[in-house]
């Protein structure tokens, strides 16, 4: 997308761009662009996480009020496209990106002021505890059972493919809290310490070697009701407000990223073929289209308007330019994808780890289904 940026539009852009300069040192430039999952690991992405924060940078998306910046639309996206461009780390999103705004729209004000000030600084680091064993694309299904006993309730089940939980300070949760009602109606929204009695982990690797996914387990945890967010059984509608914020990401500007790479690869391994020429040319029209997608959602956000459907959209169309970027980079490698060295190993690291792209924070088919009871009243 060709923003036509104002003079002040400009002006922040090198302040953008000073700051990166100064502050995205050697040893954070490397872990992002040897990153091959969701996140780089834990000390690059705490150490940028507290460099954002003293700049006052890191929750772009909060209001002001609770410790957003207040920019503009177009400086969320100037801001995200220089940092992407410049191969900053990231920071563990799940504090920043899921619970805060959650917080921020269903939370009571002593939770506010007890949780937001310790995610913006890092001390809090959470993970998402929505998946189970059974129940995964079908999330209503879930059977971790919270039962009320006094002012705490008593939590037992487990959750699976939890990202980051070995890293994780605190897990946000959906519990069974009504075993009665229809399966949507009887789930609630707890935020539970990680360090809680009962509360046990096991680590889970991945395809490619990665040790990001992890299954927790719940053994009588307590956890006092007033760590529920929102109201009993409501917990549903909590989860889906957060849903929108994890779909509706910041694809566009990671995907110029992985082109920019991609033609790099090809470039150096003299990849020439005019087939693949025209493969790198549809990829950048797609992600085009992508960022176009992506300007509507993130506008609709900053009217205080749900994105709906569209966030839904841009997931799926972000997801399916991410593996198609990743086929382009072992393509472009050629022979040298099966070698030993670092590219080879980021390149088929990044395949193989997005090969669950199109299945983590809901599958694809789950948001066509979104789309077309949105689109099409089916």
Same mark, same amino acid.
Request: aromatic share 8%.
């Given at each position: ?6 003079? #002040? ?217 007033? =760590? ?94 991410? =593996? ?11 022979? =040298? ?34 789309? #077309? ?6």
């Amino acid at each position: 997308m060709d923003l036509q940026l104002a003079p #002040a539009d400009l002006a922040f852009r090198e302040e953008v761009r000073a700051f990166l300069d100064a502050h995205l040192t050697e040893d954070l430039r490397a872990a992002g662009a040897a990153r091959t999952g969701s996140f780089c690991d834990l000390a690059p992405t705490a150490k940028w996480h507290a460099t954002l924060h003293r700049k006052g940078w890191v929750a772009p998306d909060w209001p002001v009020e609770h410790g957003g910046t207040g920019w503009t639309t177009t400086e969320r996206h100037i801001f995200a496209s220089e940092c992407a461009s410049a191969g900053a780390p990231g920071i563990h999103s799940f504090g920043i990106r899921m619970c805060g705004p959650v917080i921020i729209g269903f939370g009571t004000p002593e939770q506010q002021a007890y949780y937001l000030p310790k995610i913006l600084s890092g001390e809090h680091r959470w993970c998402q505890g929505y998946s189970e064993p059974g129940s995964g694309s079908d999330l209503a299904s879930l059977q971790t059972r919270a039962r009320p006993d006094g002012d705490d309730y008593v939590v037992n089940g487990t959750k699976i493919w939890t990202s980051l939980a070995h890293q994780a300070t605190h897990i946000f949760c959906l519990v069974r809290t009504d075993l009665e009602a229809k399966p949507q109606r009887g789930i609630s929204f707890l935020l539970i310490d990680r360090n809680t009695p009962g509360l046990t982990m096991r680590p889970i690797i991945n395809i490619s070697g990665e040790h990001e996914f992890n299954q927790v387990f719940f053994d009588d945890v307590r956890v006092p009701k007033s =760590q529920r967010i929102g109201a009993e059984n409501e917990g549903w509608t909590v989860a889906k407000y957060l849903l929108e914020f994890e779909r509706g990401g910041n694809y566009a500007n990671g995907l110029w990223a992985r082109l920019k790479w991609v033609r790099d690869l090809a470039s150096r391994y003299a990849t020439e073929d005019a087939g693949f020429g025209r493969k790198l040319a549809q990829v950048e029209i797609d992600i085009t289209a992508v960022e176009m997608q992506e300007h509507r959602v993130v506008s609709a956000r900053a009217l205080g308007e749900s994105p709906g459907a569209a966030a839904s959209m841009l997931k799926l169309q972000g997801n399916v330019l991410t =593996q198609r970027l990743d086929e382009l980079a072992i393509e472009a490698l050629g022979p =040298q994808a099966s070698h030993e060295g670092r590219e080879a190993a980021v390149a088929m690291g990044r395949y193989l780890y997005d090969r669950a792209v199109t299945i983590l924070g809901g599958t694809s088919e789950i948001q066509r289904n979104i789309m #077309a009871r949105a689109m099409l009243g089916i």
